[in-house]
């Protein structure tokens, strides 16, 4: 079955330190990949995206994420965490092709927490 | 560029009730909409796909009935909650998609319902 998992509900890094947040994805062709930032309350924001090209994506405050085919991954990668990088983070993907209606399709949510 | 606001971002309301809450694009035209429903600490959920000047295309599980949406202009959806119960307070979001990012969401900040 087609589905984004992230295998991650809760990662705890401290403040300077890095920081990978996993996703995988199932599907039959590679998917549109997406991150986006939830702070509490909020609506989502959209930290970076992999539609095709090189496989190392750049974004925004910092972020970036790596497309690995062979993993069926797009981890999302910090070199240096800042306090107010806590927040929830979720991978989203869209099929490329099939009946889905190009629908974003989430995954659960990885909960970040920094230490000061 | 690539705004969407929702209104109200929160909204208190007797049980029995219908609340409306509006999605907006701000400067784009939106041909598609969506609305996803968040309960807390949880991934959204895809409720209804609407494309301008349609009927809206719900998700399994979502009753059509209790969840009006109406999709009148490339700017604008609306999703009324009708006969409101407490079992539908929740985080309602919106995302719109249109013009040359057909394969992007632009997601809305969020409306918090609660239901007394």
């Known amino acids: 079955a087609q589905s984004v998992t992230q295998p991650d509900i809760h990662i705890t890094v401290s403040e300077g330190a890095s920081l990978e947040l996993r996703c995988n994805y199932s599907y039959g062709a590679t998917p549109y990949l997406f991150w986006y930032v939830q702070s509490p309350g909020q609506g989502l924001q959209l930290l970076l995206k992999?539609?095709?090209?090189?496989?190392l994506v750049q974004g925004i405050k910092g972020f970036e994420a790596e497309f690995k085919r062979s993993q069926s991954s797009f981890n999302l990668r910090k070199p240096s965490v800042h306090w107010s990088d806590a927040a929830e983070y979720f991978c989203a993907v869209v099929p490329i092709s099939g009946g889905g209606g190009n629908k974003l399709t989430f995954g659960t949510g990885t909960q970040l927490k920094v230490e000061l | 560029g690539a705004v969407v606001s929702q209104h109200p971002s929160w909204v208190i309301c007797k049980s029995g009730t219908s609340v409306k809450i509006e999605c907006r694009s701000l400067d784009f035209q939106a041909t598609t909409m969506f609305w996803y429903r968040q309960f807390p600490k949880q991934s959204l959920m895809l409720m209804a796909t609407?494309?301008?000047?349609?009927?809206?295309?719900?998700e399994q599980g979502v009753e059509k009935d209790k969840f009006l949406i109406n999709h009148a202009s490339l700017t604008l959806s609306t999703l009324t909650v009708t006969s409101a119960h407490p079992e539908d307070s929740s985080f309602y979001i919106c995302?719109?998609?249109?013009?040359?990012?057909?394969?992007?969401?632009?997601f809305g900040p969020g409306t918090r319902l609660t239901v007394l």
């Open positions: 995302s719109a998609r249109g013009g040359a990012n057909y394969n992007e969401q632009f």
């Open positions: 992999y539609f095709s090209g090189d496989t």
């Open positions: 609407s494309n301008e000047g349609s009927k809206a295309t719900y």
